[in-house]
């Protein structure tokens, strides 16, 4: 018994020094950099980012290391991003890995954003989880002098240089109440599908929904009556699209501004021939089957924004802030490839912002063109 | 005297005590909004759950031997991405291919799983959590690191979804033709009797000549086949396959399959056991927004409407096994 | 004592060396140095410095496979615990934003995780024919939806003043402070589970239930104790979790159970009750720290870890049960 208990107490401690062991093992056979203490490495780094602003006035971006961090693995919205924004930045000759969190949550990701600060990446570029969490490990890469950009969806304005925003938050909200104002003609009753209760897109985007209506008299005869959630599951989405048909039998349009509750709720809609419509923000390729004039379609048109675009400015912007060509301070320009000069503005959570352009829509006519593309 | 003798039947089923607290629960959510209670929104309560009420089936079985399966939605999304891409890509079309393809994945990853608890002796909990995290990364690995197959890129298989037969659904039919095949498996075929045998007392089981080792194979090979219809059924209802599909959804098929009195210690659960619990948690998920519970708060409700539905049943079961003791007393 | 170890591939003679080697934990350090060795030649970067920054966010985990082990030994599972770390995080975040002194805070998150322990404890105890995979289950969706409504639309809320976070995210060298408090209490429970009465009684009850009932341990007072703890466990592992993101959302601690019980399980306790020990629990738990820490250091899919993880669980406990099973068959013929 007691011999167990020791042998036991001694494996742990076995381990532990083992991983002293190895630890220094490792460090005599690669570089020496293990040896000296962290300070000394993000002295070291910082000294590399220095070296990296002296050359830079040659405006080159060959030689970045960049790594790019998405939401969760297998989201075909974010990969149409990432593409373009590796084929960018290989273009330019520097390189990208891609590193995904085990699930679409912050913890996962805060752990992926530890691996990148022990890998002596130049920048990280990422689209958060969440807005809040990130900003300890973030605080600590920027610290490292690890440049951190961010696209698609920010964390909070500390924990970031820049965040190049697919289309100005007010903008999208703006093209999403105009839509409904246009399908409901003016008037009458609708209802939002959005993600998770946490998705900080979707919420943003409803917020500034909510105060476009609350302040232009134009729309004040359209009823927000409802804001349901699908947790972006196909199942939710349906269980919900079909409860806010029963509780609100008047209702005219649902506005989806995520892409798995649109393609659900259109499935809904158009199975069941809902006299109610959609409108929303969708990929083309999912929705395509459901965009159409009449009553045999349950969308009329919808909105998503330049994918291929947002990958390119993104990688852009984030070579541009390895440079030292920008800092992510307000009021700075930078010249993003053939995409033309950007300038940094102000964003609604008081950090700073790259504004890629307008909202796209998608009609019957050019959604299937686009569905070949994304 | 008839009278107590049907109070005394409905009490003391464990079905009958269900479907009472279903038709409870169908009065009130009517009570608030009274268009719960038609046949469409039926219909869709059906067709929503179509892929939960079929697995309850595996999952039924699978406990019936004392075993649990927490990879099915893996597979679920394996098979389903399977054919996803596959039809995307063009290399198949139609409705039946894909089935036959989606299912043939499922048995064959069900097989694999009841392999490994079968022969090798791992406890079912820990071979199917290792199961789930392999199937769901294989299924994120054939989406070619995060395509969706979409409804254009499905092409005519969906339609099966849509379409009606007798006026129903044909996702309804399927749905009933798995029930009433799995009931007259479950209580009239040899093999189903030994599922039971096998779960009431392996040991028994063993000694009076039943290969213990292959019915555990079995019912995970069921499970796996009933994983792998999951998954064209999904794909099929929702029009669009997504690698990281019903994540987390294991769990309310266990919940359906305990619900409706199924023993997780074995040997205990019936065919319409499973049939009224999955029903049970399907009202409950639908009813939330309907009775006017906001949005944020939903989730907890039916996390205590589980809790309360399996209490109030152990309760009764305790009602009345105290009131059978009774009887043999005096 | 029979089966305190978690797997034994065979009965070797009693020499003490021979013995610790070809017990389970034995196993896992060597595993454990093999990893170490091909992790450092997988990655450039993996050194003991690099593994010592990242491991404090996993670690805020082994916590959790803690508690964990007593409730597989004692034959149970708990799948409610990712929820309960994110009902305290969430208002150990929101006392904290209110202005309450750190202390306080870390009392409160303990507190809120003994309560969502207790409920647990006596749902558990009072109705015993419950599985408790059900009852957790339905807890897991209970606390997990508070922590939704309290936190409202939004969904996530992050600490106003991190100063006290920031503390007990401390290191003494390189060396985290939450490394020496996972081996302090790794002992403790080590000590508690393999040499205390307690510690039998929960062995007594995963072996057979109603043999350790009718031989006087009152069972459904050690469960109740052991479903409390892990709470309490719960609030800990919230409130290192907030000291590296500063704030929770309605997604901390999601799947935190089932890394908990692939930790415990791949240590050698088995689910089936009645087996295995802490040491091995933390062992296991540091080879998948440095597993994931070293692919993780190339960028491997995270998914091909999960797989890898996996595939690790399954061989572990099935390829000593195979060789077992050959070796009987041998005999046999």
Avoid at chain 1, 180 to 186: E, K, L, Q, S
Avoid at chain 3, 94 to 105: R, T
């Amino acid at each position: 018994m007691k011999r167990k208990v020791i042998s036991a107490l001694l494996c742990v401690a076995m381990a532990t020094t083992l991983l002293a062991g190895c630890g220094s093992s490792s460090s005599t056979s690669t570089s020496t950099e293990a040896e000296e203490t962290e300070e000394t490495e993000e002295a070291e780094e910082a000294e590399e980012t220095e070296e990296a602003e002296e050359t830079e006035a040659t405006g080159s971006y060959a030689g970045q290391k960049i790594a790019l961090v998405g939401k969760s693995a297998g989201n075909a919205f974010f990969e149409i991003a990432a593409a373009t924004f590796v084929s960018t930045v290989e273009a330019e000759g520097g390189t990208v890995d891609l590193a995904y969190p085990e699930e679409a949550t912050a913890d996962a990701q805060i752990k992926v954003i530890d691996n990148l600060i022990s890998q002596d990446y130049d920048a990280i570029c990422l689209s958060a989880n969440d807005t809040n969490a990130l900003q300890a490990k973030l605080e600590e890469a920027m610290d490292a002098g690890i440049a951190v950009s961010s696209f698609d969806s920010a964390p909070n304005a500390e924990s970031r240089q820049v965040f190049v925003n697919q289309a100005g938050t007010t903008a999208v909200a703006q093209a999403l109440v105009d839509a409904v104002y246009d399908i409901t003609d003016g008037a009458g009753q609708w209802a939002i599908l959005s993600a998770t209760s946490q998705a900080s897109n979707q919420n943003a985007w409803i917020e500034a929904m909510e105060e476009i209506i609350a302040n232009d008299d134009t729309y004040a005869d359209l009823e927000l009556v409802e804001i349901a959630y699908g947790d972006d599951e196909a199942q939710k989405s349906t269980d919900q699209t079909e409860a806010l048909l029963q509780n609100y039998p008047d209702l005219e349009v649902i506005c989806a501004p995520t892409t798995v509750g649109i393609a659900a709720a259109a499935k809904y809609l158009q199975d069941n021939g809902s006299s109610c419509k959609l409108t929303g923000l969708g990929l083309p390729s999912e929705m395509e089957a459901y965009t159409g004039d009449g009553d045999d379609y349950s969308c009329p048109y919808f909105y998503l924004w330049d994918m291929e675009g947002l990958g390119s400015l993104s990688a852009y912007a984030t070579m541009a802030l390895v440079n030292g060509e920008i800092t992510g301070a307000l009021g700075e320009t930078f010249t993003a490839g053939d995409l033309g000069e950007f300038t940094i503005t102000e964003a609604d959570d008081g950090g700073t912002e790259i504004v890629l352009g307008l909202p796209l829509e998608f009609t019957p006519e050019n959604v299937s063109e686009y569905a070949e593309l994304y | 005297m008839e009278k107590k003798s049907l109070w005394k039947r409905i009490t003391g089923s464990r079905e009958a005590l269900l479907a009472l607290i279903l038709i409870l629960l169908f009065i009130i959510v009517t009570g608030f909004n009274s268009s719960f209670l038609t046949p469409s929104s039926l219909q869709q309560l059906i067709k929503n759950n179509a892929v939960t009420m079929v697995m309850a089936l595996g999952m039924l079985c699978v406990m019936l031997v004392g075993g649990i399966d927490i990879s099915i939605m893996s597979t679920l999304a394996l098979s389903g991405m399977a054919i996803g891409m596959l039809l995307k890509y063009d290399y198949i079309s139609g409705t039946i291919v894909p089935f036959i393809i989606a299912i043939a994945i499922g048995i064959v990853c069900g097989f694999l799983v009841g392999l490994v608890i079968s022969r090798a002796d791992v406890p079912p909990i820990i071979a199917t959590m290792g199961f789930m995290y392999i199937y769901r990364a294989m299924g994120y690995l054939i989406s070619n690191g995060g395509e969706w197959a979409s409804a254009s890129a499905l092409g005519s298989f969906s339609d099966f979804a849509t379409t009606k037969f007798l006026g129903l659904n044909c996702v309804i039919w399927i749905v009933i033709v798995c029930y009433v095949f799995f009931y007259w498996f479950m209580k009239w075929t040899r093999t189903g009797r030994k599922i039971y045998a096998v779960g009431s007392n392996p040991e028994a089981a063993d000694v009076s000549g039943i290969n213990v080792k292959n019915i555990k194979l079995l019912v995970f090979t069921i499970m796996g086949l009933l994983s792998g219809l999951g998954g064209a059924l999904q794909v099929g209802i929702y029009a669009s396959a997504m690698p990281n599909m019903q994540k987390g959804g294991e769990m309310d098929v266990i919940a359906a399959c305990v619900i409706g009195g199924v023993s997780m210690s074995g040997g205990r659960g019936t065919v319409i056991g499973a049939l009224l619990g999955s029903l049970i948690l399907a009202t409950i998920v639908k009813a939330l927004p309907l009775v006017g519970i906001g949005s944020l708060a939903q989730n907890t409700f039916k996390g205590v409407l589980i809790l309360v539905v399996v209490v109030v049943n152990i309760i009764l079961q305790r009602i009345s096994d105290r009131n059978a003791l009774k009887g043999r007393e005096m | 004592m029979a089966g305190k170890s978690g797997r034994s591939i065979n009965n070797v003679p009693e020499n003490p060396v021979k013995k610790m080697i070809f017990s389970w934990e034995g196993i896992l350090v060597l595993l454990l140095i093999a990893i170490n060795i091909f992790c450092s030649i997988f990655s450039e970067f993996y050194n003991l410095s690099s593994l010592l920054r990242q491991m404090p966010v996993y670690l805020a985990e082994v916590f959790l496979m803690l508690g964990m082990a007593f409730i597989l030994v004692m034959g149970e599972i708990d799948i409610s615990v990712g929820s309960i770390v994110c009902l305290s995080a969430t208002l150990a975040c929101l006392v904290s934003n209110a202005g309450v002194p750190f202390p306080a805070v870390f009392l409160i998150a303990l507190l809120v995780g003994t309560c969502c322990g207790i409920v647990n404890a006596l749902i558990l105890t009072n109705f015993q024919e419950l599985p408790p995979m059900i009852v957790t289950l339905s807890t897991q969706i209970i606390f997990r939806g508070i922590a939704e409504i309290v936190l409202g639309s939004g969904g996530s809320v992050s600490v106003t003043n991190t100063d006290g976070f920031r503390a007990i995210a401390g290191k003494v060298g390189q060396v985290p402070y939450i490394l020496f408090l996972v081996l302090i209490l790794a002992v403790i429970f080590a000590v508690i589970l393999g040499k205390s009465t307690f510690g039998r009684s929960v062995y007594a009850i995963g072996t057979n239930r109603l043999t350790a009932y009718y031989s006087g341990i009152n069972v459904q007072r050690v469960r109740f104790i052991i479903y409390t703890v892990m709470g309490t466990l719960c609030g800990l592992c919230a409130m290192f979790l907030i000291s590296n993101s500063y704030g929770a959302n309605t997604t901390t601690g999601e799947n935190f159970e089932m890394d908990a019980i692939a930790m415990a399980v791949f240590g050698g306790i088995m689910s089936t009750g009645g087996k295995g020990n802490i040491a091995g629990g933390v062992i296991s738990a540091i080879i998948i720290v440095c597993l994931r820490v070293g692919l993780g250091q190339r960028n491997v899919n995270a998914q091909v870890i999960l797989l890898i993880i996996g595939l690790l669980l399954i061989c572990t406990v099935g390829l000593p049960n195979l060789i077992k099973n050959a070796r009987q068959s041998l005999k046999k013929s």
